[in-house]
């Protein structure tokens, strides 16, 4: 019998490309028997056909044409791996427009033009495969679409971003500088092209857009969400939170209220009870841990980031999207399971700032002199916050404290006032960082 032709095209060969290259390299012939298919490579797309590379590639293969690996009719699957969401986007909309594969690890060109990409897909009878846009090596997606598509979530919190967990990892372990570690995050290829991406919360923040758009069919917007990256975390807080039983991580929040149909999104840096699985993730590795109602309590953990990790995942997107091809049937991403998505999401909405609760963790670094602490406690009184622990720590020679507290639960609306007339007492000396403690119901 013939043997189905499959020609992989490249649009970008940085960290990932050549990483997914070296492994389809690799594992060619046996893809090609277990699929019963020939694979061949036929365009790779650069910016610079100067640059020295990692693994070696034909000259004639190289071009620094994108549009000529969308073209080329040798090309059935085309995978963007350039990143960014301008030229990325138009490469992405051409190629779904010829009716080919596209298979892509961009989360932020997902969260900005996810519904663009899907309507294309409708339109023009393309697929979209994304299983390496969230955690890396984790397959998540597939884990909502197919694993897990029994249930409804009642929560999924992730350490979702690989860089933030290695930063925060690193700087409690060896009590480095947040530069320091950023610096080799980004040797060992974690780290965003725009490293803001990462540390503000914003690379964590597309990938809980795209995983509250598979599990709860809304596309969350930023203006919906509470993000916070990591930058104001400091090892200060890291010690004051284990103090408290606790690790700092940053996580990604999505929660939805089946009763009340409130959905909320959130990314930011929470203290995790020690004893909690999440909180003893650490370094690349990401988790997610998913409250079903029928599966119960799911957690996965695997590298979030890096080369190998992340190959993993696009390659397993390859070989669903050669089957599909293969037998003329994509299980992934047709039009009726994007419209299946739609309709779940008819019953959502986003939860407002009063229904969003949780315990809070406040630092404060206060004037030192008397009565302080009464002005302190009187704003949180007044707002009906009470509070769980409290310690507060002098700093030798100075005349400044410092006041760490964990409360009981409340919501972000009031917490947001609290921290507002906190900062114009005269005794504060500088803007309260404000944390949310995780509690998990299960586990
Ligand atoms: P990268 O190392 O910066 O590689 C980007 C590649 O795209 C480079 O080969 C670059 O060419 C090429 N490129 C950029 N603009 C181009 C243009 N206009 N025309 C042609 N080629 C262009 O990035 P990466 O880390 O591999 O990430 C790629 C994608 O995967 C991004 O969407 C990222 O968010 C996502 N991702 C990355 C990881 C990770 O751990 N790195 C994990 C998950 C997802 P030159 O080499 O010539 O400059
Ligand atoms: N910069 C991302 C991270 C890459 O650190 O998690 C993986 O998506």
Redo the contacts with the bound molecule.
Sequence with gaps: MKKTKIGIGF???????QGVWKHLQAQREELETRLGLEISFPRV????LT?ERGVSVPAEVLT?D?MEVVNDPGVNIVCE????TT?AKDYTLAALKLGKVVVS????LIYKFGREVFEAVKTFGGHYYFE??VA?GIPIIKTLREGLVANRFESIAGIIN?TCNYILSRMEAEGKSYEEILHDAKKL??V??DDRLDLDGWDAFHKAVILAFLAHGKWVSENDALVEGIRNVTLEDMHRARDFGYRIKLLGMIRRNFKTGALSLGVYPALIPLDKTLARVDGVYNAIKLSGDVAGTTILIGRG???DA?SSAVISDIVDAMIGIRDDAHKFLTPSDIDACYRLGETARMATMDEIRSKFYLRISILDEPGTLVGFYSVLAKHGVSVARVVTYEHPGERRGTITLATYPTSEAVMERVVEELKTLPQILTAPLLLRIYEPTHE
């Excluded at 649009?11 to 490309?17: A, D, M, N, Y």
């Excluded at 797309?45 to 610079?48: F, H, L, N, T």
């Excluded at 791996?81 to 960014?84: E, F, I, Q, S």
């Design positions: 649009i970008g060969f940085g960290t990932v490309g797309a650069v910016r610079d640059r620094a994108p791996l350039m990143g960014g030229k690890a961009n989360k932020a390496a846009s890396g690989g290829g974690y965003e092209a980031a890096g080369q992340t």
